[in-house]
């Protein structure tokens, strides 16, 4: 569901970049203020682990479509949502910028999708409602299955809304709308189920890491969370690094919806303005666009994957690289929260 710049106008663009930016303020500023420092690794390894999950596209059955985790709800369970909402951003930042996945101007509205959904609405309104202490891995599967739909719900939808604002007269409100939805249903069947599995497998290993996310309480000094995170950087490694060449060939739910009402799977871009101009910026800083190596002009043009699995060098370095960078960006940033918060105490 990352958003190209051809749907969007610059003011909605603007908009959204503003909004998603007021919203990174105000969770390091929450987090500042009680931030479990012992979670620092924790949140860089689950962007790791969230960067590797989303090259994986899987096949919904049926329709010729495919999708990929999100991964919201995994970060806000487990992290809290405000920790969530800034690891989020920066998997979606780091894909826009040097793996050319999203673009630049809807790069505001992509992290508040796929961001602001699952942390501040899905996660307190719908997860923790239905879970309690001790909840039984069943009752953790519910209700990471409705509130995963719940949040790919509301950010397909708000996809539809940005597209109506932005006056892209291709895709009419109630076609494509009745295009978004159900694919994401399905996407967030999926969705759902890996939230589960992924909370329950914390859970059963870790406790005190789920209960210290929903409790907003610190981990206690001597829980240990070295064997979680040398075990989520394995699965991202191997995730990224060899799971991905069995993504599917299949067009995302966006793309798929696009292509319904459209014609094509993508729209016209415009040949001038701030877009373009931003295009530009994107293609000197992605080093491996689309997940490869930079390929002639002429060869990128058939960028179809022409057998399956599509074992690639370029898939496994940039899903190695990507989760690295995710890594590093994440824990300099905590590192940083956590400086500016013992010079403020």
Not at 39 to 55: E, R
Not at 101 to 129: E, H, R, S
Not at 156 to 165: C, D, K, P, Q, R
Not at 269 to 297: M, W
């Amino acid at each position: 569901m990352h958003m190209a710049d051809a749907l969007l106008s610059p003011a909605v663009g603007a908009t959204f970049w503003a909004g998603t930016i007021g919203t990174i303020g105000y969770c390091a500023r929450k987090l500042k203020e009680n931030m479990d420092e012992k979670m620092i690794p924790l949140m860089g390894v689950l962007g790791a682990f969230i960067f590797a999950a989303q090259m994986i596209n899987f096949t919904i059955p049926g329709t010729g479509s495919s999708g990929h985790l999100g991964g919201g709800m995994i970060l806000a369970v487990i992290l809290g949502p405000y920790a969530g909402f800034i690891v989020m951003a920066s998997v979606l930042t780091i894909q826009a910028f040097f793996f050319a996945d999203g673009g630049l101007l809807a790069l505001g509205c992509n992290i508040w999708n796929l961001g602001v959904y699952p942390c501040f609405i899905a996660y307190p309104l719908i997860y923790k409602a239905l879970v309690r202490v001790d909840s039984s891995p069943k009752r953790i599967t519910v209700a990471a299955l409705i509130s995963g739909i719940a949040a790919l719900q509301l950010g397909a939808f708000s996809v539809v809304i940005e597209t109506l604002l932005s006056g892209r007269s291709e895709l009419p409100f109630r076609t494509f709308v009745l295009m978004m939805q159900p694919i994401h249903l399905g996407i967030g069947i999926v969705e759902g189920f890996v939230t589960a599995g992924v909370i329950n497998f914390i859970r059963s290993s870790r406790p005190e890491i789920i209960d210290s996310a929903a409790s907003g309480r610190p981990l206690s000094s001597g829980t240990p969370i070295r064997k979680v995170f040398i075990g989520l950087l394995i699965v991202a490694a191997l995730t990224g690094g060899a799971l991905s060449w069995f993504a599917s060939s299949n067009p995302d739910g966006l793309e798929w919806s696009i292509a319904k009402v459209f014609g094509k799977p993508e729209l016209p871009e415009k040949e001038t303005g701030i877009a373009t101009a931003l295009k530009s910026v994107q293609k000197r800083t992605a080093f491996l666009p689309d997940y490869d190596f930079k390929k002639p002009e002429a060869a990128a043009k058939g960028n179809g994957r022409s057998s399956w699995p599509a074992v690639q060098p370029g898939t496994s370095v940039s899903g190695i690289v990507g989760s690295a960078l995710v890594l590093a960006a994440v824990l300099l940033i905590g590192l940083i929260i956590r400086a500016l918060r013992r010079k403020s105490a």
